[in-house]
């Protein structure tokens, strides 16, 4: 089992930026695959980025290329989500999630692939 909690959650006005965390604990975080997902209201939770438990791949939602990078901190058991330019579009509860994996390279971007979720962090951005 992982529990994982998100923080740095928060509102912040348009062209700000905000750097996500997600604690993890229970299990060694070093062999999970991470993502980070959000949802705004009324639409479906949709894939923000990806990282592989190495940290050597990463993958973005066509949403985000270019204005989020993920990474991740194994010794504090940590991922991050650093989000610049951010847009009132970008106003979503967001996600991290944990997916045990044999391969170091190997990142998930589908909802059903994670096993564990965190409870969730909201994120306004202001125009």
């Known amino acids: 089992q992982v529990q994982l909690v998100e923080s740095g959650g928060g509102l912040v006005q348009a062209g700000g930026s905000l750097r996500l965390s997600c604690a993890a604990s229970g299990r060694t975080f070093n062999n999970y695959a991470m993502g980070w997902f959000r949802q705004a209201p009324e639409k479906e939770r949709e894939f923000v980025a990806a990282i592989s438990w190495s940290g050597d791949g990463t993958y973005y939602g066509d949403s985000v290329k270019g204005q989020v990078t993920i990474s991740r901190d194994n010794a504090k058991n940590t991922v991050y989500l650093q989000m610049n330019r951010l847009k009132p579009e970008d106003t979503a509860v967001y996600y991290c999630?944990?997916?045990?994996?044999?391969?170091?390279?190997?990142?998930?971007?589908?909802?059903?692939?994670?096993?564990?979720w965190g409870q969730g962090i909201q994120v306004t951005v202001s125009s």
């Open positions: 999630a944990a997916k045990p994996a044999i391969y170091g390279g190997t990142y998930y971007t589908r909802i059903h692939e994670y096993n564990y």
